[in-house]
């Protein structure tokens, strides 16, 4: 089945600062993959997402990345705040279920 | 459309009790995932339904738990009998498509076993 890496499991940045999460995953016939944010306490929540007919997607200070021939995705977030702070999951999907990466923490400091 | 809701929304009990989460998805959804969140093993894909019928159970963990879709508005997950490691929050989520778009997560049910 599908095996879906997340690093860093802890990220702490300085307000203002660009943040980046990685991701492999190991299942060829995976095309998408989103991106949801949990915060404390609340259910995830997509953010922003990619197929793999695309390799890169933007929105607004979020963007996403996809190498699909090396089968990693990343998320970068620009001009950090400290509402950004959450745990930031990836997933890669066949269409059917989705794998989830272990999250990221994300802690933005002001 | 209210979003997925859950019940209930903590859930304390002895070991040994059945426990049952139940959830309605979101109305015209086709898609239901059932995950089960622990800080050891993250988020974990339980089972999931496609027009009420499952498809993939094989993140059930073990014979304990059972879950059912009579109907394209809900959902239940029933665990019996409970153990204390199956403490942890429970999320149902839904999607129009499949785990290829969008999922909508619950609230969740966070599920105390004593």
């Known amino acids: 089945g599908e095996n879906v890496e997340q690093h860093p499991s802890t990220l702490s940045v300085q307000e203002g600062d660009s943040a980046v999460i990685k991701c492999t995953y190991s299942d060829s016939a995976s095309n998408y993959f989103p991106w949801y944010k949990q915060e404390l306490g609340k259910r995830p929540q997509l953010i922003i997402d990619i197929r793999s007919n695309v390799g890169e997607k933007k929105d607004q200070r979020i963007a996403v990345t996809l190498n699909k021939t090396a089968k990693h995705f990343s998320l970068h977030i620009t001009e950090t705040q400290p509402e950004d702070s959450a745990v930031y999951f990836c997933a890669a999907s066949d269409g059917g279920k989705s794998t989830f990466g272990d999250g990221t923490t994300l802690t933005v400091k002001p | 459309d209210a979003g997925v809701i859950q019940s209930p929304r903590h859930e304390v009990t002895e070991m040994g009790q059945e426990v049952t989460l139940r959830c309605k998805p979101i109305?015209?959804?086709?898609?239901l995932f059932w995950y089960r969140q622990t800080m050891m093993r993250g988020l974990e894909l339980l089972i999931y339904?496609?027009?009420?019928?499952?498809?993939?159970d094989s993140g059930m963990p073990e014979d304990r738990f059972s879950a059912k879709m009579p109907n394209a508005s809900f959902s239940t997950l029933k665990i019996q009998p409970s153990e204390p490691r199956d403490s942890a929050v429970y999320f149902c989520?839904?999607?129009f498509g499949g785990g290829g778009y969008e999922q909508y997560f619950g609230p969740g049910t966070r599920l105390t076993v004593t």
């Open positions: 339904f496609n027009n009420n019928v499952p498809i993939d």
């Open positions: 989520a839904s999607s």
């Open positions: 109305s015209g959804h086709d898609y």
